[in-house]
Structures are given as structure tokens and as C-alpha cells.
């Protein structure tokens, strides 16, 4: 269920996007209201779910995980207990950061960090291709990082 925003609230989400670090002061200042009313709004924002977790957000290279993977999965079948057993299995994997149902040529649509080649190698062949009723998974590795962003286009 879509939650109402008005001006104030998204003004509020596009600054707590860009650094959730910011104090109720600084973004109440920023926004033009005063502590308390600012902070009254984001309690109000989380517990509708608008915010769901405030996260850091790290560098994947920094920290040695250098290959981004997107992998297409085609499943054999699609009745419930197939769909729920290859989603329980994925969201196990660390190495799979996001996976989504597609539409379309393919059933999912992975994308999974590892540190190299022969780490996804590995991980491909021990752990995803053993989930049982993949008919085909095709994968393409990212070669350079155009656009990299969690934040929301927000009006």
C-alpha cells in the first residue's frame, strides 16, 4: 500500500537518502522546520515502512569483492513449491545481493558479488547450479560501473 507523501516528507527522504547520517537538527534545518516536528516525521515515515533500515553502504571493490555478476535463471517448473524453494535458497547465498521475478525470456534475475572470476566459478557451480529445477541460468559480468545509486527518484 502506497503511503501519502507531501512536500515536507520527501524533502525529509531525499536528504536521509543521501547521508542517513544527518542529525534531526541539521535536517530539520535543511528542511525548514524545527527539531521536533522533523523527527515526529520520520518516526511517522518508519513505522509506515517508508524507511525501512538505515544501512552504511560500502565499496565492494575497497573491500576486495571486484566482480558484479547479472545472472538470468529459467526455472523447469513453476508451481509454488518450486518458486519458494529456489527463492529460499537464493536469499541463503551471501554472494546474491538482489534478486528479482522478471518477466519476460527469464523466471529471476540475480545479481551476485564475488572477488573474482574463479570465486563466481565455484559459487555457480557448487551452489547455485545445485538448486534443483534450474533448467538454464545465463550470466554477464559488469565490466565498468556507469551508474551506481540506492537512491530514490523521489518528485
Known sequence: MQVELNSLDL?????????????TAELADKVGVSQSPCWRRICRL??????????????NEKVGL????FTAVNLSTHHGKTLQEFEQRVKNFPEVVECYTMTGNMDYMLKIVTK??????KFAREHLAQIPNIREMHSNV???RIKDTTELPLG
Do not use: F
Open 11 to 23: 524533502k525529509i527522504l531525499k536528504l536521509l537518502q543521501q547521508d542517513a547520517r544527518i542529525t
Open 116 to 121: 573474482d572470476m574463479h570465486h563466481y566459478e
Open 142 to 144: 559488469a565490466i565498468t
Open 46 to 59: 518508519e513505522q509506515a515502512g517508508v524507511i525501512r533500515k538505515k544501512v552504511v553502504l560500502l565499496d
Open 66 to 69: 571486484e566482480v558484479v555478476i
